[in-house]
């Protein structure tokens, strides 16, 4: 009877252990199913700050004030995150220690799952951290990152992206340059202006006497020729030691004879080929006066 009751309490005990252990199992398991939950809404948060962390970069030629504020607000949420990644992190590693206690493996290959999730999102809120400058906060195992005292500003992080540069005004050939180009495209109106402008801001420039020029030909094309005729005349009293007397010497007489002043057209190339002979300007004049 001794000897059989002794077997029952041995039975009875070994169901209990069972039964415990199973219970065991399934709070780990519950507790496990809240922690990933927990995890995926920290995939959410850390998706949203990135998004968040683009638009900041983008806004971030607005004023500096805004931007102050946007990267001190994801600072202060990323700090969040990664103190509850720490807190989950130290509950799985409690987790997994009482499975081993209970002799259970079933639930390893979550907790490996969880590991490598938590480790992903650390790296991110990192990469996150090194695109904004920010130095990752000083915690101690079991503590929480130092959170900033009551009523004080976030902190600005000492390293701040590059605000855009302004792009610097054309030098003196690039400004040349483009109002040429300007020309080159057919656009008289905006070529004029664009040499207008040149000759007002560098009048003593060695591109002056062609900038001029080019004012004169905008006319030209145009077929406001009476205007052209002026035009090609500042060239010539202006600059005449300049390479582009000839060829205003030249066109001028065009513009003439395009409003039927052959006489006057003749006069120019006249002294056209007085003063200039060698020039291809001067030949030509010569084909139109035969």
């Given at each position: 009877m001794k000897k059989t009751a002794i077997i029952f309490f041995a039975v009875l005990t070994g169901t209990v252990t069972g039964c415990a252990m199973r219970k065991d199992l399934m709070v780990l398991e519950g507790r496990m199913a809240q922690q990933e939950m927990q995890i995926k809404e920290a995939d959410k948060e850390i998706?949203?700050?990135?998004?968040?962390?683009?638009?900041?970069?983008?806004?971030?030629?607005?004023?500096?004030?805004?931007?102050?504020g946007s990267y001190a607000g994801v600072r202060s949420q990323m700090d969040e995150i990664r103190q509850n990644l720490n807190i989950l992190s130290g509950q799985i590693d409690e987790l997994r220690h009482v499975l081993k206690q209970s002799g259970g493996s079933k639930l390893e290959d979550r907790f490996e799952r969880l590991d490598r999730t938590i480790t992903q999102n650390t790296d991110r809120i990192i990469?996150?951290?090194?695109?904004?400058?920010?130095?990752?906060?000083?915690?101690?195992?079991?503590q929480t990152a130092e959170q900033p005292e009551s009523g004080a500003e976030?902190?600005?992080p000492s390293k701040m992206p590059p605000m855009p540069v302004e792009s610097a005004p054309p030098t003196e050939k690039g400004q040349y340059d483009e109002a040429k180009q300007t020309y080159d495209a057919g656009k008289w109106g905006a070529a004029r202006q664009g040499f207008q402008k040149f000759l007002k801001t560098y009048p003593k420039s060695q591109y002056a006497d062609?900038?001029?020029?080019?004012?004169?030909?905008?006319?030209?094309?145009e077929k406001w020729y009476e205007k052209a005729i002026l035009e090609y005349h500042e060239v010539i009293k202006n600059f005449p030691n300049g390479n582009k007397v000839p060829a205003a010497m030249f066109k001028q007489g065009m513009a003439f004879q395009q409003i039927n002043d052959k006489q006057n057209a003749k006069l120019v190339w006249q002294e056209l080929i007085r003063k200039f002979p060698k020039s291809n300007e001067a030949t030509q004049a010569k084909q139109k006066m035969q």
């Amino acid at each position: 009877m001794k000897k059989t009751a002794i077997i029952f309490f041995a039975v009875l005990t070994g169901t209990v252990t069972g039964c415990a252990m199973r219970k065991d199992l399934m709070v780990l398991e519950g507790r496990m199913a809240q922690q990933e939950m927990q995890i995926k809404e920290a995939d959410k948060e850390i998706a949203r700050l990135n998004e968040q962390l683009e638009t900041a970069m983008k806004k971030r030629d607005e004023a500096m004030n805004d931007t102050r504020g946007s990267y001190a607000g994801v600072r202060s949420q990323m700090d969040e995150i990664r103190q509850n990644l720490n807190i989950l992190s130290g509950q799985i590693d409690e987790l997994r220690h009482v499975l081993k206690q209970s002799g259970g493996s079933k639930l390893e290959d979550r907790f490996e799952r969880l590991d490598r999730t938590i480790t992903q999102n650390t790296d991110r809120i990192i990469r996150i951290e090194n695109q904004l400058g920010i130095q990752a906060p000083k915690t101690v195992p079991g503590q929480t990152a130092e959170q900033p005292e009551s009523g004080a500003e976030a902190e600005v992080p000492s390293k701040m992206p590059p605000m855009p540069v302004e792009s610097a005004p054309p030098t003196e050939k690039g400004q040349y340059d483009e109002a040429k180009q300007t020309y080159d495209a057919g656009k008289w109106g905006a070529a004029r202006q664009g040499f207008q402008k040149f000759l007002k801001t560098y009048p003593k420039s060695q591109y002056a006497d062609s900038a001029q020029y080019w004012i004169a030909e905008t006319f030209y094309q145009e077929k406001w020729y009476e205007k052209a005729i002026l035009e090609y005349h500042e060239v010539i009293k202006n600059f005449p030691n300049g390479n582009k007397v000839p060829a205003a010497m030249f066109k001028q007489g065009m513009a003439f004879q395009q409003i039927n002043d052959k006489q006057n057209a003749k006069l120019v190339w006249q002294e056209l080929i007085r003063k200039f002979p060698k020039s291809n300007e001067a030949t030509q004049a010569k084909q139109k006066m035969q």
